[in-house]
């Protein structure tokens, strides 16, 4: 069974940073792409960043220069390293990943971060 567990949440003044980890679990299958959403409270959930398999990168613009996604494929695990946070950062955070075929996606628990003014 696949599973997606995250971590690196928390609470961090404006400013800060926090570095957000999904280690994935459970999948004999490569893994393709690696996405962050994120839903703040009353919000549809949007897209963060992703990166493919040989390592190529985008960004939402609203997070674009601040945050960087990178990718471990020995430890099948996505980091999101998160700089210059803003109180609007506030969110939960979940982490996504495509393995083989389309629609093989599974979604992460999701993880708290707060951005205090």
């Known amino acids: 069974q696949v599973q997606l567990v995250e971590s690196g949440g928390g609470l961090v003044q404006a400013g800060g940073s926090l570095r957000l980890s999904c280690a994935v679990s459970?999948?004999?299958?490569?893994?393709?792409?690696m996405r962050w959403y994120r839903q703040a409270p009353g919000k549809q959930r949007e897209w963060v960043a992703l990166?493919?398999?040989?390592?190529?990168?985008d960004y939402a613009d609203s997070v674009k220069g601040r945050f960087t996604i990178s990718r471990d494929n020995a430890k099948n695990t996505v980091y999101l390293q998160m700089n210059s946070l803003k109180p609007e950062d506030t969110a939960v955070y979940y982490c996504?990943?495509?393995?083989?075929?389309?629609?093989?996606?599974?979604w992460g628990q999701g993880t708290q971060v707060t951005v205090s003014s």
């Open positions: 996504w990943i495509l393995r083989g075929a389309p629609g093989d996606i599974y």
């Open positions: 459970g999948s004999s299958f490569s893994i393709n792409a």
């Open positions: 990166i493919n398999k040989g390592g190529a990168t």
